[in-house]
């Protein structure tokens, strides 16, 4: 028995690559989910509702989360989790901006809605006294290049 479920174990990881959301066939036509403006607009959500947290700010904390979640059939945001987490607070502020996001338009394959899995790094930078980022200029777009790094 132990030697037909290692056999199992072993074929399961052999098999296909696992950071693909879903199987696919050369035919399947796969549409990721997409916020409702594209990524302009998801960043700009992101810069509008990110709040740089008072403890991390005081610790100069910095790094990049990186949150997980599901887009559901109905372009319903789910299962908000931190992947990589840089510290208590930073990780709560980048859930928290995370769970306030609208409905997404949902992922397709084969023109039917499907259930995806998704995620965001959420960049957070050094930020001066005055409570500016470093870099910025006041500038929506400059900030967008210092809080959020390589959305994807």
């Known amino acids: 028995m132990k030697k037909l479920f290692s056999l199992f174990i072993l074929l399961l990881l052999a098999g296909a690559p696992m950071n693909h959301t879903f199987a696919q066939n050369k035919k399947d036509k796969i549409v990721m989910p997409e916020y409702p403006g594209g990524h302009a607009a998801l960043r700009s959500f992101l810069l509008k509702e990110l709040v740089y947290p008072e ?15 599901s887009v559901g059939m109905d372009g319903s945001v789910s299962g908000v989790r931190v992947l990589k987490s840089v510290s208590p607070s930073l990780d709560a502020e980048a859930v928290r901006v995370v769970k306030l996001m609208k409905y997404w338009t949902p992922g397709s394959r084969n023109g039917m809605p499907v259930r995806a899995e998704m995620s965001i790094p959420i960049n957070f930078k050094t930020v001066k006294s ?12 400059d900030r967008a290049g210092e809080v959020l790094n390589g959305l994807r």
């Not at 403890?55 to 979640?69: C, H, Q, S």
């Not at 409570?131 to 777009?141: C, I, M, P, Y």
């Open 55 to 69: 403890e991390a700010r005081l610790n100069d904390e910095i790094g990049e989360v990186l949150v997980g979640f």
């Open 130 to 141: 005055s409570n500016r980022f470093v870099g910025d200029s006041g500038d929506a777009s």
